[in-house]
């Protein structure tokens, strides 16, 4: 178990907290591409604790701003979208993308006011169908070439789950929790025969494994099940926030100490090796629980008929931010402990001024083994 003050070391993201800065040195997904439209060209989100708002002006250049206008505090929500930047509905100050402030309209003409506002400002990009946002430090490094994302012999999808009413941690460490599968997701998981098909409701299919084993790789933590018969499958948790399963990979994005974003990209190899015109699909699902707008025990996880119900039920009833002074870790919670001592390492890098895994700064960086083509074998062979 934890203390109170290492539970907060690990899951506060906001600005200046231990965790937050160490998340703030990677890109984060935000919004979807197609949710900016001439129509509608701003957007506000939520992030790391931060309020803040996309937009793409006139001239097409993609921007992230603060959400509160330098001058008064109105949203930027409500700015007009003009060739140079957003202008504030309230009194026109027109910041570009990089926060600058280029008008102060009811200014004097010789007014230089304008030169000494800064607008909070942060770089986005656009990439496999999603906004992408770096928080922290410049220069930014690079978004990962995770082969899920970077290979184009095949097409992409991204599905935009409900978000998640809790901190980010709990999804992150049932990543590295390999006999919840069997347990909570027993139904569905016996489907190639490989685990104990003596079920029942206490023991799951956990008396077919015999081994959970985890390695700390490179890219995070590699998860292996390996079953009495002496088959195994591995897929890895890439760190610090996304597991990479089945052909896609589940990124947990900090919303704020209490709500997390989830977004699950997947890629599907072309029958014949021909590359994708970089179409991509967007599914959203959900909700999976009534009332939607609601948290436990006031709301009812009535749609358990999929994995990822059973998993946000798992996640969300640990509560707002997991109770771990009070845990009792057992032997199969060897990945949790794993991620934490990791996770707890590369804060501590950070505060010494050095990069955290997983941050690329070479653009020409090849395309990053994630373990895929096992998961592809597997996902053709199930299908």
């Known amino acids: 178990m934890l203390t109170q003050e290492e539970n907060d070391f690990l899951t506060r993201v906001g600005p200046g907290t231990p965790c937050g800065e160490l998340l703030r040195r990677y890109w984060m997904p935000c919004a979807l591409i197609s949710d900016l439209t001439p129509e509608q060209p701003t957007k506000f989100v939520r992030l790391l604790g931060e309020d803040l708002v996309i937009f793409r002006d006139k001239s097409g250049r993609l921007g992230m701003l603060a959400d509160h206008c330098s001058h008064r505090g109105a949203s930027l929500l409500y700015g007009r979208v003009e060739e140079r930047g957003i202008a504030c509905a309230y009194h026109g100050w027109l910041y570009d ?49 995770y082969d899920v994302w970077a290979r184009r012999d095949g097409t992409h999808k991204v599905i935009v789950q409900p978000d998640l009413d809790c901190n980010w941690l ?101 029958r014949n090796g021909i590359v994708d015109d970089d179409d991509v699909t967007i599914v959203h699902e959900g909700p999976y629980k009534t009332p939607p707008d609601q948290v436990h025990p006031y709301t009812k996880f009535d749609k358990l008929m999929s994995v990822a119900a059973q998993d946000f039920m798992a996640w969300e009833t640990q509560g707002p931010i997991a109770d771990r002074p009070h845990e009792r870790l057992a032997t199969g919670d060897r990945g949790v402990v794993m991620f934490r001592e990791i996770l707890n390492r590369e804060i501590e890098k950070v505060q010494q001024g050095l990069d955290p895994m997983c941050v690329i700064r070479d653009p020409s960086h090849p395309i990053i083994d994630t373990n895929l083509e096992e998961s592809l074998v597997k996902v053709t062979n199930v299908d």
Request: hydrophobic fraction near 35%; aromatic fraction near 8%.
């Open 97 to 145: 993308t990089e926060g600058y402030c280029l008008e102060t309209p009811a200014e004097p003409a010789d007014s230089k006011l304008h030169l000494t506002v800064r607008q909070r400002a942060y770089p986005v990009r656009e990439y496999v169908g999603l906004i992408w946002a770096y928080l922290g430090p410049r220069p930014a490094p690079e978004i990962p070439p």
């Open 170 to 270: 709990a999804p992150m460490e049932n990543s590295v929790d390999g006999p919840h599968a069997y347990i909570l997701h027993q139904e569905f998981l016996n489907h190639r025969g490989r685990a104990d098909t003596q079920s029942n409701t206490t023991a799951g299919h956990t008396r077919g494994i015999a081994e959970w084993r985890y390695e700390e790789i490179p890219i995070g933590v590699m998860k292996t099940r390996a079953w009495a018969s002496g088959h195994a499958e591995s897929h890895p948790l890439i760190f610090p926030n996304m597991l990479r399963q089945a052909n896609g990979t589940q990124i947990r994005v900090p919303i704020d100490d209490t709500h997390t974003r989830m977004y699950r990209v997947t890629f599907t190899p072309s």
